[in-house]
């Protein structure tokens, strides 16, 4: 069974920059993808950013393209979103996500086709 624990969320001034971090336990195969998306409230959940563990493919919503960095290890077993320019826009609570199975979108970036979710980690940006 697939689990996620994410970690390194918090508070910073807007500018500033902060990573996030999500381990993987469980996962027996090596070609999957995995994102990050983030609520803030009274809003509906949102993907932020995608990345295939097997080609390193990438995706990125609009408002994050050129601050928010998604990567993973070689060994798959450690997602990151590295946040930098952070704005009180970006303040959420971010969820780590992986697909291991359904349907796929072309963007990576919808609820719908990620059926693993950690329990978030809160980032607070103010000005």
């Known amino acids: 069974q697939v689990q996620l624990v994410e970690s390194g969320g918090g508070s910073v001034q807007a500018g500033g920059s902060l990573r996030l971090s999500c381990t993987v336990l469980g996962v027996t195969y090596s070609n999957y993808y995995m994102g990050w998306f983030r609520q803030a409230p009274g809003k509906e959940r949102e993907g932020v950013a995608a990345i295939s563990t097997g080609g390193g493919g990438t995706s990125y919503a609009g408002p994050v393209k050129g601050r928010f960095t998604i990567s993973h290890d070689i060994a798959g077993s450690t997602l990151s979103l590295q946040m930098n320019s952070l704005k009180p826009e970006d303040t959420a609570m971010y969820y780590c996500?992986?697909?291991?199975?359904?349907?796929?979108?072309?963007?990576?970036?919808?609820?719908?086709?990620?059926?693993?979710w950690g329990q978030g980690t809160q980032v607070t940006v103010s000005s």
């Open positions: 996500a992986a697909h291991t199975r359904g349907p796929t979108s072309d963007t990576r970036l919808q609820l719908y086709e990620y059926n693993v």
